[in-house]
């Protein structure tokens, strides 16, 4: 997001899932989409079932690939280098989009100088992936009449997330892949209401709309609306604060619908982390694994149990609804957070979301046209300025949000945590189809939770042979930040070397072996690239 | 005519002047001007396939009886939709189903919901006229989510359809031919091993009840259960959803052809993974730690409790030693109020989510 905002002024898909359909090609980056995204994996499907060029790229084989045009098996962290070498073939070749890179951005020279160092014979050596694939793949991205990029956590979650998010600004406003249907840079958003969650300023930096804590124009009009003095200091992200807690400079956390002991990195940090505070609240469905942790517990209520609204990936936001009772005392969050609130000191009364959601459209200019009765017929994409305004399917369409686009000088930097003689393989971490995140709902819901029951940890047949491991054998996966007993998946998906397991099972969770490693920028840490050494072991007596 | 000429094309349906978008079918005007055809194979999801034939109208100058699902509209063209010998071939259609169809009806999941029920009914087929061989081949198939009935299978071939156009799976296909034809896995492999993502998809096109959600059996006649529309809460996308209950409980999930991002198609997630809701491990009230466990408490002293702990720790160490974690899992409004209470009640920015992770 920080990437994208720094180089279109808005962090946000810029397109609309609907208008995957419309590009001639799309290049996916990064993103297990058919497991992780399932509905956007119906479209790419369908794209490629009428004609259209899927160019997938990605160290794992993804099912996607089944239905691709191309596949770059790159090595795992090095987005980057393929990225800047496809730029200089589309430079050295003439594919550039002059008159948009002159009309529509800046700081295009200093990307050029950067791109001399990439050739293409020279990045396939670091990529994994022969020049003539680079090439074939950057002639069909620049050459379509309209290309779309589709990321996700493949890019992100590494230490340069944000480099390599910038290097696919880079590609888009290259070739004038920008703000027509069909085209444009596209991070899918892994939860339901992520978007929404950015936009209402649960960030350490913003307030609603991405108005600024540090801007004293954008306090000074909040402080106006919520009638009370604001922080001009901008406040602590997720592992920052985990950091914080672990050095005895935070005391108390509110943790409403998470379970970072299970999805955040470094689980033996998260866990003395959250230990040593003096006082801890969570909230949640279940005792997660956070929860059993707290002071106290509050039981918040599921999305079918209350009203209000999420936004997705595409900047849509849409109504939520109240289908069934909540069971026993528990209570909606919104009704937990404003008695709290009231009680502190700062009384909040809304009789209902809808009240809410007027008081959000009122401070938040993208929302402001937003209200309980338009959505009832149909989500609006935010920017929705007023209330006559239809919505926005497609961002920077005349221009950038920031005015003209700016092109990011991006080299190729390795991870930081290579591997060695000691930690001879790359683990990279993400979903499956049938779980979803720390799996406290999937593995509640009959029949659903059958499907996927154990964590797996794909090995390549050859690594696998070389080990002397088979299905269901028993591994420990050890990183520097500790280890993981885990069953054996041969699996020709990961490139020999690479490891892959899913971060949702609680007896074997991956997120004990990556590092808070991060990046320097948008905090994100490097899930997706860690150095890990394996051996064959016994079946634990025990689960975790 | 042109295909892409965006003026619409004059068609005359049952005598009056209708105008339709050109390129489509004779089936998506009649549908768009609120004119019944009855169809069992159609889904518009799916490519037009024109194999139950109930969809059969007379086009003025066009041999035979055209199935509307695959007949094209061109300027011009005169349709009848509803006529004794159009209703006699949609009767032995009809009829020649139900000679080949388990009666299950008094127990069946889908009855009340059933495309096959609908049509027998509204052309006053109560029984078929036809004997003969009947199919026997219900399918073993150890898998927790999907039942499959081959004796209520009218070969309409909308699984295997939805699962090779939409899905991209190809779990399934059309096996053997005439009388034995069924859509079935390779080497009638259980779904897990043939590859099935669970999806669904295939149970929500099912004209029958031939794919039912085992989950489903015996929790509610179809007119029993009521429905509510919402916003899925698994992953980014936001697909529309509609959740059937009863008596408080969820019993089952489904989505809307016509609108949302998903247009009527859902994953496995959506689709199965609700059970959650009413999973016994629910919290169902407030816990406070006393002497090292977890406790029952009421509310009001589980609120002072988090008050006087917020409190306190502001007290001695200031705001910025809070930190407020907030969810991508709840609503915008949610989420507004809660970095609103840790920003203007607690006086810090300390305030984020798991949007990196």
């Known amino acids: 997001m920080a ?128 020049a003539q694939e680079i090439r074939a793949a950057a002639r069909a991205y620049a050459s379509a009449d309209a290309a779309a990029i589709v990321y996700c956590m493949g890019v992100t979650q590494h230490e340069s997330g944000t480099a390599q998010v910038r290097s696919l600004a880079n590609l888009a406003m290259l070739t004038g892949n920008m703000g027509r249907p069909g085209t444009g840079v596209n991070p899918l958003r892994g939860q339901n209401n992520v ?7 649960c960030l350490p930096g913003n307030l609603p709309g991405y108005a600024r804590v540090d801007d004293d124009a954008d306090r000074a009009r909040f402080e106006k609306a919520w009638g009370t003095k604001l922080s001009s200091k901008c406040g602590l992200t997720l592992t920052e604060a985990m950091d914080a807690a672990a050095d005895g ?23 003395e982390a959250l230990e040593k505070l003096d006082f801890l609240v969570v909230q949640d469905l279940f005792m997660t694994e956070t929860a059993a942790l707290a002071d106290v517990v509050l039981p918040g209520a599921a999305f079918v149990e209350k009203d209000g609204t999420f936004t997705n990936t595409e900047r849509r936001v849409q109504r939520v609804r109240a289908v069934v009772p909540s069971p026993g005392d528990a209570r909606s969050d919104l009704r937990i957070i404003t008695e709290i609130s009231s009680v502190l000191g700062y009384p909040m009364s809304y009789a209902d979301p809808s009240q809410v959601m007027a008081e959000i459209a009122e401070v938040t200019p993208s929302y402001g046209g937003i209200t309980y009765e338009r959505l009832d017929t149909g989500g609006l994409q935010w920017p929705c300025l007023t209330e006559t305004h239809s919505g926005t399917p497609i961002l920077h369409a005349e221009s950038f949000t920031r005015g003209r ?26 979903r499956e189809l049938w779980n979803f995140h720390t799996n406290t709902l999937t593995e509640r819901s009959a029949g659903l939770a059958d499907l996927n029951p154990v964590a797996h940890v794909e090995v390549n047949p050859i690594d696998a042979e070389r ?39 609680r007896a074997a969770p991956a997120n004990r072996l990556t590092s808070t490693r991060r990046d320097p920028i948008a905090k994100i840490p490097g899930l997706k690239y860690n150095s890990v050494s394996v051996r064959p072991c016994e079946a634990p007596t025990t689960d975790g | 005519m042109n295909d892409t ?46 194999a139950c034939r109930l969809c059969v109208v007379e086009v003025e100058g066009m041999r035979g009886y055209p199935a509307a699902c695959t007949t094209r509209v061109a300027d011009g063209m005169v349709i009848t939709t509803e006529n004794e010998v159009l209703r006699g071939l949609r009767r032995t259609v009809v009829e020649l189903l139900l000679s080949d169809h388990k009666l299950d009806c008094l127990t069946c999941d889908n009855a009340g919901a059933c495309a096959l029920q609908d049509v027998a009914y509204e052309l006053g087929v109560s029984e078929s006229p036809f004997e003969g061989e009947r ?15 081959y004796d209520k299978c009218i070969s309409c071939g909308r699984c295997v359809r939805i699962c090779e156009e939409v899905q991209g799976c190809s779990v399934y296909s059309s096996t053997f031919r005439g009388f034995d034809m069924l859509p079935d896995t390779p080497f009638s492999a259980s779904l897990l091993d043939a590859g099935c993502e669970f999806c669904g998809q295939c149970v929500s096109t099912c004209p029958v009840g031939a794919l039912s959600n085992r989950g489903q059996r015996f929790t509610g006649r179809v007119w029993e259960l009521q429905s509510t529309e919402t916003t899925c809460g698994y992953c980014g996308v936001g697909c529309t959803v509609t959740f059937a209950h009863k008596d408080g409980v969820i019993t089952g999930a489904s989505a809307p052809l016509d609108r949302g991002v998903n247009r009527g198609n859902l994953c496995a997630k959506g689709r199965y993974g609700h059970g959650f809701v009413a999973h016994p491990d629910r919290l169902t009230t407030p816990l406070l730690r006393r002497d090292g466990k977890l406790e029952p408490a009421s509310w009001d002293e589980a609120i002072a409790a988090v008050a006087e702990g917020i409190r306190g720790v502001v007290e001695e160490k200031g ?37 990196r992770l």
């Open chain 1, 195 to 201: 978007q929404g969650a950015c936009d209402m300023a």
């Open chain 2, 135 to 149: 199919h026997r081949a219900a399918a073993l198939d150890e898998n927790p989510l999907i039942d499959r009935d």
């Open chain 1, 249 to 271: 400079e935070v005391r108390a956390m509110y943790i409403m619908g998470e379970n970072p002991v299970l999805s955040d990195p470094d689980q033996a940090h998260v866990i």
């Open chain 1, 467 to 505: 080990l002397g491991v088979c299905d269901d054998d028993w591994i420990e996966v050890s990183s520097r930040q500790g280890a993981v007993s885990v069953q054996v998946r041969v699996s020709d998906r990961p490139k020999r070397g690479l490891l892959f397991m899913p971060f949702h099972f």
């Open chain 2, 319 to 355: 705001p910025d030693a809070i930190v407020g974690l907030a969810s991508a899992k709840c609503t915008n409004e949610e989420n507004y109020a809660f970095q609103k209470m840790i920003r203007a009640g607690v006086g810090t920015n300390n305030v984020d989510h798991c949007a």
């Open chain 1, 405 to 430: 686009g700016v092109f990011a000088p991006v080299e190729y930097v390795p991870p930081s945590d290579t591997v060695d003689g000691e930690y001879p393989f790359v683990l990279t971490t993400g």
């Open chain 2, 5 to 50: 000429n965006p003026i619409a094309v004059q068609l005359t349906i049952d005598g009056e002047p209708i105008q339709a978008a050109p390129g489509g079918t004779v089936l998506d005007a009649c549908r768009a001007a609120g004119i019944h055809v009855p169809t069992l194979c159609h889904d518009p999801r799916l490519e037009p396939y024109g």
């Open chain 1, 3 to 130: 990437g994208l905002a720094a180089s279109f002024g808005s962090g946000a898909m810029t397109n609309s899932i609907g208008d995957l359909g419309m590009a001639d090609v799309i290049l996916v980056v990064g993103s297990n989409t058919t497991e992780a995204h399932p509905i956007i994996g119906i479209e790419l499907k369908r794209a490629a079932r009428l004609g259209k060029r899927i160019i997938v790229v990605d160290p794992r084989r993804i099912r996607l690939v089944d239905h691709a045009d191309q596949w770059l098996q790159i090595e795992a962290g090095t987005n980057v280098a393929l990225l800047n070498a496809m730029m200089r073939v589309i430079l050295d070749e003439g594919l550039a989009d002059e008159s948009f890179i002159e009309k529509r951005t800046e700081g295009f020279d200093g990307l050029r100088t950067v791109l001399a160092e990439y050739a293409p014979e020279i990045v396939s050596e670091i990529i994994g992936v022969s």
